[in-house]
């Protein structure tokens, strides 16, 4: 069987445990936006995925200390 994976784009995050403290913390809160995502039926290759999480993701970025890139993965 062979699945393609259609070409997307996707968040990197850079989160260094050492940095912040509250790490698991930050991971939590991202991995409740990519499932309150998928509770819309919605998923990362969704085309519009990062215009419609991009707000949210740079919030928690106010609030924690961790970059991100945005980059298509194939």
């Known amino acids: 069987m ?5 070409k997307h784009r996707e968040f ?5 445990e050492e940095e912040e ?3 698991e913390e930050c991971w939590a ?5 990519l499932d309150d995502y998928k509770k819309q039926g919605k998923s990362v290759y969704t085309d519009t995925f990062i215009e419609d999480n991009e707000d ?4 928690l970025q106010q609030e924690y200390k961790f970059t991100y890139t945005v980059e298509w993965q194939n």
């Not at 990197?12 to 260094?16: A, V």
């Open 2 to 6: 062979k699945a393609r994976i259609p």
């Open 12 to 16: 990197i995050i850079d989160l260094k």
């Open 21 to 23: 403290p509250k790490h």
């Open 29 to 33: 809160k991202l991995t409740a936006i």
């Open 56 to 59: 949210k993701v740079k919030a």
